[in-house]
């Protein structure tokens, strides 16, 4: 039996502006999580990371096997809680490495519902598994999701702050029911969002992004968003939103992308804030599973 998995996990940037809990982008940005089986159970067997450990325990409880000592040692260049999927790269790494080592009890639908249910949604987890443009939902206890491919020339341009924001609190902030008209707003755009990926237009898709759910209370939290996402649009970006619960701020363009990059920076340089900048491409097939 093998006793070391390397699992490739993609960043993944969700909600993609109205598409709340619901859409989501793997990015050829990684985290590698290297998983290490123990030939007995034992307290220094524990990994460092409580997340880690949390989704082990689901793992070895949804795969219905004995639990293993393992350590686990997470390394690359997803940044912590900057909204681009670090937690998905955490669970899925575990739960992937402990599945591959033992034989592969769950699918990857399987382990798809196990970090969904850890993260509370699916937006993250079902690009992060199986790559692309994710849409996603929990019907029936199970997720449903279907994938689309990014043009490998769309290129998504992250601004990311060089301060955090907790997941929790950005969930926080947000009402919690919302009015009517901006609910049909959301859902008309996510539903053209659908078509018009399906069908390769993301100069059609990009006009879709505005949201009224989420980020109008989370810019409270990130008041560069609105301005940033100004600037982007005019170097040419499609369009663009607020990556998860934020910090980081997203925006799709073909042309000109490090001007867009550089626009979206002397934003945050003007409120006395700094950001890096990256220009990604879509990442198509998910997690990578070595060893």
Same mark, same amino acid.
């Given at each position: 039996?093998?006793? #070391?998995?390397?699992?490739?996990?993609?960043?993944?940037?969700?909600?993609?502006?109205?598409?709340?809990?619901?859409?989501?982008?793997?990015?050829?940005?990684?985290?590698?999580? =290297? #998983?290490?089986?123990?030939?007995?159970?034992?307290?220094?067997?524990?990994?460092?990371?409580?997340?880690?450990?949390?989704?082990?325990?689901?793992?070895?409880?949804?795969?219905?096997?004995?639990?293993?000592?393992?350590?686990?040692?997470?390394?690359?260049?997803?940044?912590?809680?900057?909204?681009?999927?670090?937690?998905?790269?955490?669970?899925?790494?575990?739960?992937?490495?402990?599945?591959?080592?033992?034989?592969?009890?769950?699918?990857?639908?399987?382990?798809?519902?196990?970090?969904?249910?850890?993260?509370?949604?699916?937006?993250?987890?079902?690009?992060?598994?199986?790559?692309?443009?994710?849409?996603?939902?929990?019907?029936?206890?199970?997720?449903?999701?279907?994938?689309?491919?990014?043009?490998?020339?769309?290129?998504?341009?992250?601004?990311?702050?060089?301060?955090?924001? =907790?997941?929790?609190?950005?969930?926080?902030?947000?009402?919690?029911?919302?009015?009517?008209?901006?609910?049909?707003?959301?859902?008309?755009?996510?539903?053209?969002?659908?078509?018009?990926?399906?069908?390769?237009?993301?100069?059609?898709?990009?006009?879709?992004?505005?949201?009224?759910?989420?980020?109008?209370?989370?810019?409270?939290?990130?008041?560069?968003?609105?301005?940033?996402?100004?600037?982007?649009?005019?170097?040419?970006?499609?369009?663009?939103?607020?990556?998860?619960?934020?910090?980081?701020?997203?925006?799709?363009?073909?042309?000109?992308?490090?001007?867009?990059?550089?626009?979206?920076?002397?934003?945050?340089?003007?409120?006395?804030?700094?950001?890096? #900048?990256?220009?990604?491409?879509?990442?198509?097939?998910?997690?990578?599973?070595?060893?």
């Amino acid at each position: 039996m093998k006793s #070391v998995a390397r699992v490739h996990v993609p960043a993944t940037s969700g909600n993609m502006g109205p598409g709340f809990d619901t859409l989501g982008v793997a990015l050829r940005l990684y985290n590698c999580v =290297e #998983v290490r089986l123990h030939d007995q159970r034992c307290a220094k067997d524990a990994p460092s990371s409580p997340m880690a450990a949390a989704a082990a325990r689901a793992f070895f409880r949804k795969a219905a096997v004995h639990e293993r000592g393992f350590s686990a040692r997470i390394r690359g260049d997803v940044p912590a809680s900057r909204g681009l999927g670090s937690s998905v790269t955490v669970r899925l790494g575990v739960a992937a490495g402990l599945n591959h080592l033992l034989g592969s009890p769950l699918g990857r639908a399987e382990l798809l519902d196990l970090v969904s249910d850890l993260e509370g949604h699916p937006d993250n987890a079902a690009p992060a598994v199986f790559g692309g443009i994710a849409a996603a939902g929990v019907v029936d206890g199970r997720v449903m999701h279907r994938t689309f491919k990014a043009p490998p020339s769309l290129r998504f341009v992250a601004a990311i702050p060089d301060f955090e924001m =907790e997941t929790r609190r950005a969930r926080k902030i947000l009402p919690a029911s919302a009015p009517l008209a901006d609910c049909v707003h959301n859902l008309s755009r996510v539903a053209l969002m659908i078509a018009l990926a399906s069908q390769g237009d993301f100069r059609g898709f990009g006009r879709l992004l505005e949201d009224r759910l989420h980020q109008p209370y989370r810019a409270k939290l990130v008041p560069q968003l609105y301005p940033a996402l100004d600037a982007a649009r005019a170097e040419g970006a499609y369009g663009g939103w607020l990556s998860g619960s934020g910090s980081t701020i997203m925006a799709i363009t073909r042309d000109r992308p490090r001007e867009v990059g550089r626009a979206m920076a002397r934003v945050f340089a003007k409120s006395r804030a700094r950001c890096r #900048v990256l220009i990604l491409a879509a990442d198509p097939k998910g997690m990578r599973i070595e060893g």
